[in-house]
């Protein structure tokens, strides 16, 4: 984690005060390598150590919104006050955070991992390394559209370009909020995390039929939003909690990258897809049937894990 904060801390103090190019894409090279080892190693560390793996990892997700919420609030205080000045204190405080991770490191190691082409045969030959790899895919794929496609709707159907930066507050107070709450709830209730997958997909099959049988008016807009917001605090901790029992200790770094790609390649699908579905609408009433074909894809998933999927499990796959 040491090395990681290094990385983030240059990565900061080259945009600071880099003017070439090259430099400032280093640094934004050095600030993803960063963000990407510290997330596998917190992943990684939870799915080892926790006795509530679900809780936990609601828990840190929720942890996450709620920076992604009041980060850039403070980032852009301090860039409006000086340009420089965010990024030179985000720097120095992922030094001192790797200073500290040096003398008081983190009690707890990541088990050996097996080499990487091995790593790679076995996810592929394990199926619910490919489903959670799936569900994460499709996940952001879905949460991505839908967020996209409101805050577009938003200016170009209501004229509240000032406004936009409400969808993401929206969700992250539902998150911030929720999160904790519903997976405790859920953990009570339902007896392995496919059962939230399925459930998370539930709630975006009805957010896209919402959005196709009824007229892009500002309060449907929120209600999908909060829909999407639901559906991702309940996967999230879900196919992450998967990830930990279902996978053996030694494949658990390689399946945690492995998300994180298909994470990442979700997202920009799935801004993309928003994107061309607002570019199709001419009024807010148009009715897109991309937003059909979307709910054909939720039921469908929804149905394969449930029938394919949960069928061939049982409670005992997620105890110790």
């Known amino acids: ?37 510290s997330s596998v190693t ?61 003398i008081l490191p983190i009690q707890g190691t990541i088990p050996p991992q097996e080499r990487v082409g091995r790593s790679l045969l076995y996810l592929l030959k394990n199926i619910n390394a490919v489903v959670i790899a799936l569900c994460v895919l499709t996940g952001w794929l879905f949460y991505n559209c839908v967020m996209t496609f409101s805050s577009i709707a938003l200016a170009r159907f209501f ?22 709450l519903t997976n405790k709830f859920l953990k009570r209730r339902l007896s392995h995390p496919y059962q939230n997958i399925i459930l998370g997909y539930l709630l975006f099959l009805a957010c896209f039929l919402l959005l196709y049988f009824t007229n892009t008016t500002f309060l449907m807009v929120l209600v999908a939003v909060i829909l999407v917001s639901v559906a991702e605090l309940i996967i999230v901790p879900a196919w992450q909690t998967l990830a930990s029992v279902l996978i053996d200790q030694q494949y658990r770094v390689a399946m945690i990258s492995i998300s994180t790609i298909f994470f990442a390649s979700g997202e920009g699908l799935g801004q993309v897809i928003g994107v061309l579905i607002t570019d199709n609408f001419v009024v807010a009433s148009t009715k897109n049937h991309a937003f059909i074909i979307l709910a054909g894809v939720a039921l469908a998933l929804l149905f394969a894990i449930w029938f394919v999927i949960l069928k061939k499990t049982t409670r005992i796959d997620i105890v110790d």
């Open 42 to 102: 917190v992943h990684v560390l939870i799915s080892v150590y926790s006795q509530d793996r679900l809780v936990d990892f609601a828990k840190e997700h929720t942890i996450t919104n709620i920076a992604t919420m009041v980060g850039p609030l403070g980032f852009n205080a301090l860039y409006v006050f000086n340009a420089r000045l965010p990024f030179f204190l985000w720097g120095i405080f992922l030094f001192l955070c790797a200073l500290y991770s040096i």
């Open 1 to 37: 984690m040491a090395y990681a904060y290094i990385l983030g801390g240059i990565g900061m103090l080259c945009i600071a005060y880099g003017k070439a190019l090259v430099l400032l894409l280093f640094g934004v090279i050095c600030i993803g390598i960063c963000y990407s080892i």
């Open 159 to 180: 004229d509240l370009e000032k406004y936009i930066w409400t969808i993401a507050t929206c969700n992250g107070l539902v998150v911030a909020l929720f999160g904790i």
